[in-house]
């Protein structure tokens, strides 16, 4: 099968078959990491793909944007699931079902940030297959849990033929669709250091539970009255989800009053340059960043200040 | 190919599917088990949600493949035998359907939300029927027939204890 048959698949739309279906491809389930790593190094011609959940892939297969002619399914790969704290660190595997994350007591006390976010990805049946590496890994620029790694400068954690590396956020999404991720890697984990005070994610979307056209992760430390760390990070404005260095040192030192949260949100809009698209002008997207910063920051600072 | 085992609705079945095979047309075309409805066909729409080993999912947007040992429950396996699910009689009485599309995915859908919450307040089915689209009834008889659904289904399980 793999990339020699493609041709076949006008034949059956014209038919009158649906064209809705993923073309055909090659597949695999291992049940190791090495064997994963090596198929996906051996079929690197035949653009190999990891499949965790699917739940963007096989969308974006059916509607043949993606005609990948071999599918490396990580389901059986042992030890790639589960969520486990060490010490400051919350370590969750990329296998993870977003439900189970979505769910998880653990997660909720160790990154409140990502159970907020995580409730905004998609429908419940969408979060039951996707997967917190899997959305990472697919890196769209309007997604959640990318913006909130960023926020949270999380480190990824990928193994390749050579052996695993770690990644900052910072510097694992690459462009739309983009990350530091080699053909032959796999994400394994995402570890997630635990953030002492206030949370918010906050997002613009038309219909509940769509892709955010503008989301906003915002994280606040104080010590007293005065904000001592801040981290923000939006989606939906940018090719990558970006942060917003200016609006972080723009609270640091404040109270986080109405004023500073609002020159905060002012200073990082004017660091950024949105496309517009059929979802919303450049215009919009600089108007609602501005307005979910404020919002999100008004959020995580008395957040940030309850929690003491 | 690719060989799988699954049980659908308490049957088990092993087959040999091409891997791009998608559940919806696995249960359909090679089960027989048409129920599941296939609408959008990219995991909007929601016609297609089965459950898989009790979690809902949308069945156009799972290979096959994937559902590989899985228990799978569809709209077949709610009623006992002549006798309708509550869910499926509530739907019925209350008319929370008009032209059907949506039904098995929203019955199925609705089974999982009960299954998880008993007695679920108004807000929280709509917000958790929010996964299903449905283009006839307003939503509002469907979201009565759930509460009723579970009204019932709380009711029987009193009297069973």
Redesign the interface.
């Known amino acids: 099968m793999a990339a020699g048959t493609r041709g076949g698949q006008h034949r059956e739309c014209a038919l009158g078959r ?1 064209p ?8 695999a ?1 291992p049940t190791t990491l090495d064997e994963a790593i090596g198929l996906l190094a051996e079929h690197a011609g035949a653009e190999a793909r990891v ?1 965790a959940g ?2 963007s892939l ?2 974006m ?3 043949r944007l993606a005609k990948p002619g071999y ?1 490396v ?1 990580l ?1 059986r790969v042992a030890g790639l699931a589960g969520i486990r704290r060490e010490g400051d660190t919350l370590v969750i595997g990329a296998m993870t079902r977003m ?1 189970e994350v979505e769910r998880s007591p653990e997660v909720a006390v160790a990154a409140p940030l990502v159970t907020e976010a995580i409730g905004l990805v998609a ?4 979060r ?2 996707g997967t917190v590496g899997g959305s990472l890994a697919h890196a769209d620029p309007a997604a959640e849990l990318p913006a909130v790694v960023l926020a949270l400068d999380a480190k990824l954690v990928a193994a390749g033929p050579g052996g695993t590396r770690t990644i900052p956020a910072g510097e694992f999404f690459t462009g739309p669709y983009g990350t530091a991720l080699a053909p032959e890697e796999i994400l394994t984990e995402v570890r997630l250091p635990v953030w002492p005070g206030g949370h918010a994610f906050t997002e613009f979307s038309r219909i ?2 769509n892709f955010a056209v503008v989301a906003v992760a915002a994280l606040v430390d104080a010590d007293g009255d005065r904000i001592r760390r801040a981290s923000v990070a939006l989606a939906g404005v940018g090719p990558t989800p970006v942060r917003a260095h200016s609006a972080e040192r723009a609270l640091l030192g404040t109270s986080g009053d109405a004023e500073t949260i609002r020159r905060a949100a002012q200073l990082a809009a004017a660091d950024l340059s949105p496309a517009g698209d059929l979802h919303a002008s450049a215009e919009t997207r600089l108007t609602l960043a501005q307005v979910y910063l404020r919002r999100g920051l008004e959020l995580a600072v008395s957040r940030a200040r309850n929690e003491r | 190919m ?1 060989a799988i085992s699954v049980t659908v609705n308490g049957r088990p079945h092993t087959a040999q599917v ?3 095979r ?1 559940l919806v ?1 696995f249960l359909r075309e090679d089960l027989g088990l048409v129920g599941t409805h ?1 609408g959008c ?3 909007v729409c ?1 016609t297609c ?1 089965v459950l ?1 080993d009790g ?4 069945s ?4 096959a ?2 559902a ?1 040992g899985a228990e799978i429950s569809t709209v077949e396996g709610l009623a006992d035998g002549a006798e309708l699910h509550p869910l499926q009689d509530e739907f019925s009485e209350k008319q929370g359907l008009q032209c059907g599309y949506c039904t098995p995915g929203m019955l199925m ?1 609705a089974s ?1 939300i009960l299954a998880g919450n008993p007695d679920p307040s108004p807000a929280e089915v709509r ?2 029927i ?2 299903n689209l449905c283009r006839c009834t307003g939503y509002q008889f469907i979201v009565e027939a759930v509460l009723g659904a579970a009204e019932r289904m709380r009711a029987e399980k009193e009297t069973a204890s």
């Open positions: 649906s809705l279906k993923p073309p055909p491809f090659d597949y389930a499949l699917g739940q096989i969308p297969m059916n509607f599918l399914d389901r439900a429908h419940v049946p969408v039951n297959s509940h539970a | 690719t091409e891997p791009r998608l047309d296939i066909e990219h995991g929601g949600t898989l979690r809902s999912i949308r156009c947007i799972t290979l493949v994937q590989d859908r999982e917000e958790a929010a996964s």
